[in-house]
């Protein structure tokens, strides 16, 4: 009986411990087939939101963007472009829409295990910060200058900040602060808006995060890190005898230095398909208004030199600045410090009145150098600087002299001396002579050159005087011949009289010597020559040849008031309400048509202009001509723009761009978080995180920018992390 007992005890034991690990070996199945469901799901949803990032509008969980630049980009895909799009397109039920970059998949695994109902999925993604289409290349870190892209600074009651929009909005990719009154009817932003005040109506019409300020009360401040490339004077002047010195061929380019005629560098850049200006610093500071001091129709090749357009280099065709890249379309002919920290680029810093005009078939790509992550300068309006430098006096005597033609010779007087030290100084008992007898005798003598080695190159000529000491002794009477020339001057003619003691004779000779003292050749060309034929019984006695001189030497001049005339107005300060295009009109930059614009004009760099107004006229068509692009920020004291604006690939109006990893545009870098929510139909909140992914998406080369290739489906994925979380 006990033995039966402890049989029956020990069986029964033995089943429950069986039964008891049963249980628990079905109920750790359950459990681990739930989270085989999670992990399963997630799996899923991230391989569902890979596709469509290497498809985009082609997949089937995208909505295609068509707001912005539906022709240039037949298969839209995410890259960080300002079209206001997430990763996976955006939200149509909104107004306007919004970014979509979560996606949600209900139902997405049966339920399993504990479930009471299949589980749903949701991905969150994230463009990781300088990577996309505003990246960087390699090793050019920026400084975004503390984010902001335009700076309106003006305060006066014509200043403004208008960006009024045919159609479509003006873009801008950073932060816009204005000090000066806001008007549009469109315009889109990935960052802030801060205006003093704006137009009625204006507010509605603001996309920005967050949303418009438009009684913005705090300091409307510069962005950092910007400063003056120029401290002095560049020494050398490329205007001279009316043109400008440039090399030829295929290219025609141009070299740094001094600038002073905007005639002469208009026609210059006309007669080149394509104006290369090699790398370094340029000053403009164009002397063609007439209102200029510095002004001087003979110097300037212009007769009557504009009241108000003269000062305007109009690029009717292509013009490059920086070093040339392999590409051949703009944007792209130049290599720009946003791709490559070896950039070597070109900085146009602008003085007094000059202008830049682009009209309808116009191209400008500007780059500047890299610049270790600071703003690369590349247009710079001068805030300050000399102002109607006074004029300079000079008497100065000639440097050669020659008695060739003339018969008998000229001499020094005494014997002893040189002629030129015989002409040097009045009243010294020195003096060259020239004597004739009872025969026909002819005179002649020819002095070139003044000792001018104080007169700096582009030095304006106010007046000039040529002063000459004479007597004429012996029976006989006699005037003589004077003739002033210098090349590509017109020659100053007179009559020297019969004086019978020393007196002086004077002559004005400021239109034959204003090239030459401009051009630096005063020294060296000049020519002054004294002359008679067949004279008897006569002496001629030159005591002295000078010239009395008074000039400007060019400085640099700020686009201020008074920076021309004192008491005048500097009119590039001065927003313009005129239709006129910009060559008859006074803003700075101005690419105003009255046709369809169709101007090209982009900068790789800063544009940095706080006293001069814009006018930026935008395209209507999107093909390669009409592009406006400034790509580190504009500060500026006013700015109109108006068009139709089409954007080409990767190109706001005004745009600042990212510091990041440096893989350049090209490269797109996303983070994926996976939350599973089991036993939901839906998961649009909450869940729990199950997976990160970072995946990294890059695009075929764009070297037409406005042509892009198709994107869809022809982009390369690599997984760079799958972690799953438990």
């Not at 009209?359 to 590349?378: D, I, Q, R």
């Not at 050159?449 to 002063?467: E, R, Y």
């Amino acid at each position: 009986m006990i033995l039966a007992l402890l049989v029956i005890t020990t069986v029964a034991v033995v089943t429950m411990a069986l039964l008891t690990r049963g249980q628990g070996n079905f109920k750790t199945t359950v459990a681990l087939r739930s989270v085989a469901a999670s992990a399963y799901a997630a799996d899923a949803a991230a391989q569902v939101a890979i596709t469509n990032l290497e498809l985009g509008a082609a997949s089937t969980n995208k909505t295609m963007p068509n707001k912005f630049f539906p022709s240039q980009s037949p298969a839209w895909v995410y890259n960080g472009y300002l079209d206001g799009t997430g990763c996976f397109g955006w939200n149509e039920a909104s107004a306007p829409h919004t970014a979509r970059n979560s996606f949600v998949m209900s139902n997405l695994y049966p339920k399993t295990g504990s479930q009471t109902a299949a589980a749903s999925a949701r991905v969150d993604c994230t463009l990781v910060d300088g990577s996309g289409i505003f990246g960087t290349g390699p090793g050019a870190g920026v400084d975004s200058g503390n984010g902001r892209a335009l700076t309106i600074v003006g305060t006066a009651s014509s200043d403004e900040l208008n960006v009024s929009a045919k159609s479509g909005d003006f873009l801008v990719r950073g932060g816009i602060q204005s000090a000066a009154k806001m008007t549009t009817n469109g315009l889109f932003t990935n960052s802030s808006v801060q205006a003093r005040s704006c137009s009625s109506g204006t507010a509605a019409n603001v996309q920005s995060t967050p949303a418009v300020d438009c009684n913005y009360t705090g300091a409307v401040t510069e962005p950092s890190g910007i400063t003056n490339p120029i401290s002095s004077l560049p020494t050398t002047l490329r205007t001279k005898n009316g043109t400008v010195q440039h090399d030829t061929g295929d290219s025609c380019k141009f070299q740094p230095g001094y600038y002073d005629d905007a005639d002469a560098l208009t026609s210059a850049t006309d007669d080149c398909a394509t104006s290369v200006f090699t790398p370094g610093l340029y000053y403009f500071d164009f002397h063609n208004d007439s209102t200029d001091k510095m002004a001087n129709e003979f110097v300037m090749n212009d007769a009557s030199p504009s009241t108000s357009g003269g000062s305007v280099w109009t690029i009717s065709r292509t013009v490059i600045g920086g070093t040339l890249s392999s590409d051949s379309v703009v944007p792209g002919r130049c290599v720009s410090p946003l791709v490559s920290p070896s950039a070597s680029g070109v900085q146009f810093v602008f003085g007094g009145t000059s202008r830049m005009y682009v009209p309808m078939n116009g191209s400008v790509e500007l780059c500047g150098s890299y610049n270790g992550g600071a703003p690369p300068v590349v247009i710079y309006g001068l805030t300050s600087g000399d102002t109607n430098a006074p004029d300079e006096q000079l008497n100065l005597p000639m440097t050669a002299a020659a008695t060739t033609g003339s018969n008998p010779t000229f001499t020094g007087n005494p014997n002893s001396a040189s002629l030129l030290s015989s002409i040097a100084t009045a009243s010294d008992s020195n003096a060259a002579t020239w004597e004739a007898g009872n025969s026909n005798s002819d005179v002649k003598l020819k002095l070139t050159g003044f000792d001018a080695a104080a007169i700096p190159d582009g030095s304006i000529l106010q007046s000039a005087t040529l002063k000459i000491v004479n007597r004429t002794t012996g029976l006989g009477t006699a005037t003589y011949d004077l003739t002033v020339a210098s090349d590509g001057a017109p020659d100053t003619t007179g009559t020297i009289p019969k004086n019978a003691s020393y007196a002086p004779n004077t002559f004005d000779v400021t239109s034959t010597l204003s090239k030459a003292v401009h051009d630096g050749t005063l020294g060296s060309d000049p020519t002054v020559t004294i002359a008679k034929t067949k004279l008897k019984n006569v002496k001629l006695e030159i005591d002295k040849v000078s010239l009395d001189i008074s000039y400007i030497t060019p400085t640099l001049r700020g686009q201020i008031d008074d920076a021309v005339v004192a008491g005048k107005t500097n009119c590039v300060a001065t927003p313009s309400s005129s239709s006129v295009p910009g060559a008859d009109s006074c803003e700075f930059v101005s690419t105003k048509t009255n046709g369809n614009p169709k101007a090209t004009f982009v900068i790789q760099g800063l544009t940095y202009a706080p006293k001069a107004s814009f006018y930026l006229n935008l395209a209507n068509n999107a093909s390669s001509d009409g592009l406006i692009a400034l790509k580190y920020g504009l500060v500026a004291r006013s700015l109109n723009s108006s068009g139709w604006p089409n954007y080409t690939f990767a190109d706001p109006v005004v745009s600042i761009p990212d510091s990041g990893p440096g893989f350049g545009s090209n490269v797109s870098i996303v983070d994926l978080k996976v939350s599973v929510c089991p036993s939901s139909a839906t998961c649009s909140t909450g869940g729990t995180l199950a997976l990160t992914v970072r995946v990294r998406i890059t695009d075929p080369p764009i070297t037409d920018p406005f042509n892009p290739p198709t994107l869809s489906g022809a982009r390369k994925v690599d997984i760079m992390s799958w972690s799953e979380q438990r």
